[in-house]
Nanobody, 122 residues
Framework: QVQLVESGGGLVQAGGSLELSCTAS????????MGWYRQAPGKEREFVAG????????HYADSLKGRFTISRDTAKNTVYLQMSSLKPSDSAVYYC???????????????WGQGTQVTVSS
């Protein structure tokens, strides 16, 4: 069992950047594959990015590759999502997710945070 808490969401102008953080309450953070999903109103929750236990490999949704970067810091039990060149279509609630299973970085994920709102204005 692990609890995930996201932070860093907010309002940003189109073309700007924003970094989301997710802190995991576990002493075995390195055992978890971590990921980010997002969900806009009226849409299904969609995969954004995933990262291996060691942080050595990252996988992204094709449409987001090149603009978003996922990373993790073992010492801080934290996974990050650096977002750049943001578009209004990126507006969504962003969720942090974790699983101890693998090797699929798209999940399924077993644990979820409460989400953080990202709003991109034009």
């Amino acid at each position: 069992q692990v609890q995930l808490v996201e932070s860093g969401g907010g309002l940003v102008q189109a073309g700007g950047s924003l970094e989301l953080s997710c802190t995991a309450s576990t002493r075995t953070f390195s055992n978890y594959i971590m990921g980010w999903y997002r969900q806009a109103p009226g849409k299904e929750r969609e995969f954004v990015a995933g990262i291996t236990r060691s942080g050595g490999y990252r996988h992204y949704a094709d449409s987001l590759k090149g603009r978003f970067t996922i990373s993790r810091d073992t010492a801080k039990n934290t996974v990050y999502l650096q977002m750049s060149s943001l578009k209004p279509s990126d507006s969504a609630v962003y969720y942090c997710a974790a699983t101890t299973t693998g090797p699929n970085l798209r999940g399924p994920f077993d644990y979820w945070g409460q989400g953080t709102q990202v709003t991109v204005s034009s």
